[in-house]
């Protein structure tokens, strides 16, 4: 093949940069993995605070999902409310699951 031949060739390809998938179109996923351990006590917390799904993931050594589809189920021991369209986890019932 000829030097001319081999540049057209590349041009139609295009360059493998010019093929990369660009951010705004790319599809965010959820980390579903297990949380850091919680670098707060929850003991010296007082009981009518509230934990977000994360922090109650890690208080109780569980993945986010696990508390999902915990909430799917009315009657699981694990209570929680929604505030704003976000579950909520009251930390006197977080000691409570934990000492079940």
């Given amino acids: 093949m000829s030097g001319k031949d081999e540049k057209s060739r590349i041009e139609t390809l295009g360059s ?16 579903r993995g297990m949380p850091p351990p919680a670098t707060f006590d929850i003991e010296t917390l007082p009981g009518s605070s509230n934990l977000t799904a994360l922090e109650a993931a890690a208080v109780i050594r569980r993945t986010p999902g696990a508390l999902e589809q915990w909430r799917r189920n009315p009657n699981h021991p694990l209570k929680w409310r929604y505030v704003d369209g976000r579950p909520l986890y009251r930390v006197d019932s977080v000691r409570d699951y934990l000492a079940k």
């Fill in 16 to 31: 493998p940069s010019s093929r990369k998938m660009p951010p705004a179109t790319k599809r965010h996923r959820k980390n």
